[in-house]
């Protein structure tokens, strides 16, 4: 999910003596398109997206570094349709075989955060749809 329009974070200093203001969308001016604009007091800088990310991911512990892995999680239905086959050599000619065949065909594909991909609830059928020879 992305942000559109200006928003501000204000991020609060546990000592108390300077919050820290986060501007996302400040500028129309595309070199500022993926970044964020940090300001505390009357200091201001720009910070590229990316830049902040690898930073909470570096002073992350192993566990909240797992939440914040992009994945994607693909649900599928599983077709199975039952063929005949009429053998030309190699067993009986004329033998009529059975061949089973499966498919899996993705219904709901899903990228998002590991931390987050849980958190949406989607009801899942565990049955197979069998398809008529």
Known sequence: MSMTGYNLARLY???GKRNID???NF???PDFKDTLQVKMGS???VIPIKELYALVFAVANQDQQADLVPVTQTE???YLKFHTVKAKTDIKKDQLIKVRCEINVPTTVVNA???SIGKTTMEKSKHSIILPA
């Open 113 to 115: 955060l590991n931390g």
């Open 22 to 24: 986060v501007e996302v």
């Open 76 to 78: 599928v239905v599983k």
């Open 13 to 15: 200093d546990l000592k």
């Open 27 to 29: 500028s129309e001016n």
């Open 43 to 45: 200091e201001e800088a």
